[in-house]
């Protein structure tokens, strides 16, 4: 009988990882202290701010399995729940090799010359999200060898072991190309489960040739779509509950996107819903189709969007300058990084280790990133002027791309909740979603 | 004993498919609604005990569906969709039901085929297709402004209530024409007959005998694309996207997508298939009393 994937290896199993895990908790929250199972590297410096909205004195927020919660300035070491694999071990060649990532995330031809160049055949398997998409690994009807991986997952899947720690050994391009702030990144120090794969700002995309506000002026930018009564059905917001309550609480200056305070999240929402009679919002995932094509004017976007939109999805005639991208400063922006895991499933664990490492490489990387993906990766040889000079992106969007600077300690980046407070922002955004009376 | 079990043997099969396909997974979103979830993963954890079932979910997901909760207004909003939805299906369907049954003649298997030529296409294809003709530049928009019934282009995909509701009269309607069709189909053409030479005019006819020999037929039609659009929640995303359309299916989708309370997802399709099973009751109490009827006759 085929056991459960998350049963298959050595080492830990779950039951010791919860309870080990649990143990570490109740060690941290009550002494400070390095976990046993689980250990924090936090300084005292990188605490200067609660997690979530926890006041000073207050237990520690714990996420999936006990573990603790990173915050750009409170960094986690995730613990290892078996050993990674040794070095310098061969490759496996034959079969199939399965990434599952996103519908259109990937630049196809780099897979196929990836599966030649290892003897391999690369399957590649779309998920509609990375909440769905872990599901599905969870269930066992997926069995992939590598998977897109987001910050505010990670916990989940390192405590249900659907991942598998990485020997950096075989990734010397993490180190080498990849931006410091992202080498050993502060949800994943020693990058111990995850390499980063695209980044991305949350910002406003407009076309500027149907709104006439000057967006980017605007005191608060995002009251935009409080003001877009003239843009009624024109208007949209990102379908993804974080991004679309997150956006509310900055609105109002609540700089903590990761709060599970109740009044906080209720009162965004309830702003949100005034936007039902301001401009019958819409919600969708298709900004870098609709803003270039001109079906939406305003929306809530990622700046990668925008990049792919320029590149991809502007009609023939239509310029490049009726696009705008407004982002905030940092600390006030919500800022995301993807990543690449190696799942617990894979049969070819050596060869997903070289997939990790090819896909940092720096042609590799920057190919995917201007020749079809649209979503920069975070790499130290991409310089903004550079881009914009080559014509990769116009000079209006320029401000679509992020460097190193735009992460670290006092950035803003969605992290994982506690269940309770995962349960307040899913409530929140059903109760947005229902539309109103 | 042989012949005994031969004619009951042929529905077994049916039954097979019915326990398989319709009782199982029934009884796996019950135990899922009445279960637990996951902590770490946040999968549903079915009970399938009755007796260990946790009823939280549901009695939070009735008291969120009731007065004052927050899907009450998701929960009528869907309500009347499907209501114009089948009332609109009526008014096209019925008519064309009718020509196809009574008047279409040599015509009759070609008009059935045109029908259910839609049908053939994947439902997601064709919303899509309408996304195309709905479009501001779209041929819906240039046809009305030619023929001057606009005076210009109307923003159909702007989170407008009457597309979603048309949308889903196109995506269903086929289900609700042959049934009815069927129903139609079968009445004697001597009852009419004898309505007519016994002076009832061709409405009059209509009214008191076409229209009562065709109630199971509009009850079933109804049955049929009521139960499905309840459930829908493509429909609105693909033509609307506005948080002011979406239907009580967004709210399924949305709790089974991720998250930790995929539960609420499972307990809001009970309280849906409760609220169903009562339009399914009274449809098959309808059938019910008239097979009684036509014995007693």
Same mark, same amino acid.
């Given at each position: 009988m085929t056991r459960h994937a998350k049963e298959r290896y050595g080492g830990l199993n779950r039951r010791d990882f919860l309870l080990r895990s649990a143990v570490a908790a109740s060690a941290l929250s009550g002494a400070g202290g390095l976990l046993a199972a689980c250990s924090s590297s936090t300084t005292a410096e990188e605490q200067t701010t609660p997690v979530g909205s926890t006041g000073a004195g207050e237990p520690e927020l714990l996420g999936p399995g006990g573990l603790p919660l990173a915050r750009p300035d409170k960094r986690v070491e995730l613990p290892l729940w078996e050993d990674p694999i040794e070095s310098g071990l061969e490759p496996e060649t034959g079969g199939t090799f399965t990434v599952y990532?996103?519908?259109?995330?990937?630049?196809?031809?780099?897979?196929?010359?990836?599966?030649?160049?290892?003897?391999?055949?690369?399957?590649?398997?779309? +998920?509609?999200?990375?909440?769905?998409?872990?599901?599905?690994? $969870?269930?066992?009807?997926?069995?992939?060898?590598?998977?897109? %991986?987001?910050?505010?997952?990670?916990?989940?899947?390192?405590a249900g072991q659907l991942i598998k720690p990485i020997n950096l050994d075989y990734v010397p391009n993490l180190a080498k190309n990849i931006w410091p702030e992202l080498v050993s990144p502060f949800y994943d120090v020693g990058s111990h489960y995850t390499v980063p794969y695209t980044c991305y700002a949350t910002g406003i995309a407009w076309r500027n040739d149907k709104v006439s506000e000057d967006i980017a002026a605007m005191p608060q930018p995002w009251d935009i +779509?409080?003001?877009?009564?003239?843009?009624?059905?024109?208007? $949209?917001?990102?379908?993804?509950?974080?991004?679309?309550?997150? %956006?509310?609480?900055l609105r109002k200056d609540h700089l903590d996107i990761n709060t599970e305070d109740p009044a906080l999240v209720d009162q965004a929402v309830a702003d949100l819903k005034e936007l039902y009679d301001i401009c019958n919002i819409k919600i969708g995932d298709l900004q870098y189709q609709t803003i270039p094509e001109g079906t939406a004017w305003l929306n809530q976007a990622w700046s990668g969007d925008m990049i792919a939109a320029y590149i991809y999805y502007l009609p023939e005639g239509t310029p490049a300058t009726v696009l705008s991208y407004w982002k905030a400063e940092k600390g006030k922006v919500p800022v995301q990084n993807d990543c690449f895991s190696i799942c617990t499933t894979t049969k070819k664990p050596v060869l997903a280790h070289h997939f990790l490492n090819y896909m940092l490489d720096n042609g590799v990387s920057y190919e995917n990133?201007?020749?079809?993906?649209?979503?920069?990766?975070?790499?130290?040889?991409?310089?903004?002027?550079?881009?914009?000079?080559?014509?990769?992106?116009?000079?209006?969007?320029?401000n679509c791309v992020l460097t190193n600077d735009d992460f670290g300690p006092d950035s803003s980046q969605y992290m994982t909740l506690t269940q309770n407070g995962q349960k307040l922002w899913q409530d929140g955004y059903s109760d947005f979603l229902a539309g109103g009376s | 004993m042989y012949r005994r079990w031969l004619w009951p043997g042929f529905a077994l099969p049916g039954v097979i498919w019915l326990i398989v396909l319709f009782l199982v997974p029934f009884y796996t979103v019950l135990a899922v609604a009445l279960g637990t979830v996951d902590p770490i993963l946040f999968q549903a954890v079915p009970i399938w005990?009755?007796?260990?079932?946790?009823?939280?979910?549901?009695?939070?997901?009735?008291?969120?569906?009731?007065?004052?909760?927050?899907?009450t207004d998701v929960a009528l909003r869907t309500l009347e969709y499907v209501a114009i939805a089948v009332g609109l299906s009526l008014l096209i369907g019925y008519p064309v039901a009718y020509y196809i049954a009574r008047l279409a003649g040599r015509t009759k298997a070609l008009l059935l085929i045109l029908v259910i030529a839609p049908l053939w296409i994947n439902y997601l294809m064709r919303m899509l297709a309408w996304v195309n003709l709905l479009a501001p530049d779209g041929y819906v928009n240039r046809f009305l402004t030619y023929t001057h019934i606009l005076s210009e282009p109307r923003d159909w995909l702007g989170g407008r209530p009457s597309t979603v509701i048309l949308a889903l009269v196109y995506g269903y309607i086929p289900f609700f024409i042959l049934p009815l069709f069927a129903a139609l189909d079968r009445i004697d053409q001597s009852h009419l007959e004898a309505a007519r030479d016994l002076g009832a005019s061709r409405f009059r006819t209509f009214l008191h005998v076409t229209l009562p020999l065709s109630k199971l037929g509009i009850l079933g039609g109804a049955v049929l694309i009521a139960l499905p659009?309840?459930?829908?929640?493509?429909?609105?995303?693909?033509?609307?996207?506005?948080?002011?359309?979406?239907?009580?299916?967004?709210?399924i989708d949305?709790?089974?997508?991720?998250?930790?309370?995929?539960?609420?997802?499972?307990?809001?399709?009970i309280v849906l298939a409760a609220f169903l099973t009562l339009l399914m009751g009274y449809y098959l109490w309808t059938i019910h009393r008239s097979t009684g009827q036509e014995r007693t006759t």
């Amino acid at each position: 009988m085929t056991r459960h994937a998350k049963e298959r290896y050595g080492g830990l199993n779950r039951r010791d990882f919860l309870l080990r895990s649990a143990v570490a908790a109740s060690a941290l929250s009550g002494a400070g202290g390095l976990l046993a199972a689980c250990s924090s590297s936090t300084t005292a410096e990188e605490q200067t701010t609660p997690v979530g909205s926890t006041g000073a004195g207050e237990p520690e927020l714990l996420g999936p399995g006990g573990l603790p919660l990173a915050r750009p300035d409170k960094r986690v070491e995730l613990p290892l729940w078996e050993d990674p694999i040794e070095s310098g071990l061969e490759p496996e060649t034959g079969g199939t090799f399965t990434v599952y990532n996103y519908p259109d995330y990937l630049y196809k031809k780099l897979l196929k010359e990836f599966g030649k160049e290892y003897g391999v055949k690369v399957q590649y398997t779309p +998920f509609d999200n990375i909440a769905s998409g872990i599901q599905r690994l $969870a269930s066992g009807a997926v069995q992939p060898d590598v998977m897109e %991986m987001t910050p505010d997952n990670l916990d989940l899947a390192v405590a249900g072991q659907l991942i598998k720690p990485i020997n950096l050994d075989y990734v010397p391009n993490l180190a080498k190309n990849i931006w410091p702030e992202l080498v050993s990144p502060f949800y994943d120090v020693g990058s111990h489960y995850t390499v980063p794969y695209t980044c991305y700002a949350t910002g406003i995309a407009w076309r500027n040739d149907k709104v006439s506000e000057d967006i980017a002026a605007m005191p608060q930018p995002w009251d935009i +779509f409080w003001q877009a009564e003239a843009y009624k059905g024109k208007t $949209a917001l990102l379908s993804e509950e974080r991004e679309t309550i997150g %956006m509310a609480l900055l609105r109002k200056d609540h700089l903590d996107i990761n709060t599970e305070d109740p009044a906080l999240v209720d009162q965004a929402v309830a702003d949100l819903k005034e936007l039902y009679d301001i401009c019958n919002i819409k919600i969708g995932d298709l900004q870098y189709q609709t803003i270039p094509e001109g079906t939406a004017w305003l929306n809530q976007a990622w700046s990668g969007d925008m990049i792919a939109a320029y590149i991809y999805y502007l009609p023939e005639g239509t310029p490049a300058t009726v696009l705008s991208y407004w982002k905030a400063e940092k600390g006030k922006v919500p800022v995301q990084n993807d990543c690449f895991s190696i799942c617990t499933t894979t049969k070819k664990p050596v060869l997903a280790h070289h997939f990790l490492n090819y896909m940092l490489d720096n042609g590799v990387s920057y190919e995917n990133f201007v020749d079809f993906n649209g979503y920069q990766p975070p790499l130290n040889e991409i310089d903004p002027s550079t881009l914009v000079t080559d014509g990769v992106v116009p000079e209006n969007l320029a401000n679509c791309v992020l460097t190193n600077d735009d992460f670290g300690p006092d950035s803003s980046q969605y992290m994982t909740l506690t269940q309770n407070g995962q349960k307040l922002w899913q409530d929140g955004y059903s109760d947005f979603l229902a539309g109103g009376s | 004993m042989y012949r005994r079990w031969l004619w009951p043997g042929f529905a077994l099969p049916g039954v097979i498919w019915l326990i398989v396909l319709f009782l199982v997974p029934f009884y796996t979103v019950l135990a899922v609604a009445l279960g637990t979830v996951d902590p770490i993963l946040f999968q549903a954890v079915p009970i399938w005990n009755p007796l260990e079932w946790n009823v939280g979910w549901l009695n939070e997901v009735v008291h969120r569906l009731g007065p004052g909760g927050n899907l009450t207004d998701v929960a009528l909003r869907t309500l009347e969709y499907v209501a114009i939805a089948v009332g609109l299906s009526l008014l096209i369907g019925y008519p064309v039901a009718y020509y196809i049954a009574r008047l279409a003649g040599r015509t009759k298997a070609l008009l059935l085929i045109l029908v259910i030529a839609p049908l053939w296409i994947n439902y997601l294809m064709r919303m899509l297709a309408w996304v195309n003709l709905l479009a501001p530049d779209g041929y819906v928009n240039r046809f009305l402004t030619y023929t001057h019934i606009l005076s210009e282009p109307r923003d159909w995909l702007g989170g407008r209530p009457s597309t979603v509701i048309l949308a889903l009269v196109y995506g269903y309607i086929p289900f609700f024409i042959l049934p009815l069709f069927a129903a139609l189909d079968r009445i004697d053409q001597s009852h009419l007959e004898a309505a007519r030479d016994l002076g009832a005019s061709r409405f009059r006819t209509f009214l008191h005998v076409t229209l009562p020999l065709s109630k199971l037929g509009i009850l079933g039609g109804a049955v049929l694309i009521a139960l499905p659009m309840f459930g829908d929640y493509y429909t609105p995303n693909i033509v609307s996207g506005a948080a002011q359309t979406t239907m009580i299916g967004n709210q399924i989708d949305f709790y089974f997508h991720g998250g930790p309370q995929p539960t609420i997802g499972a307990a809001i399709t009970i309280v849906l298939a409760a609220f169903l099973t009562l339009l399914m009751g009274y449809y098959l109490w309808t059938i019910h009393r008239s097979t009684g009827q036509e014995r007693t006759t």
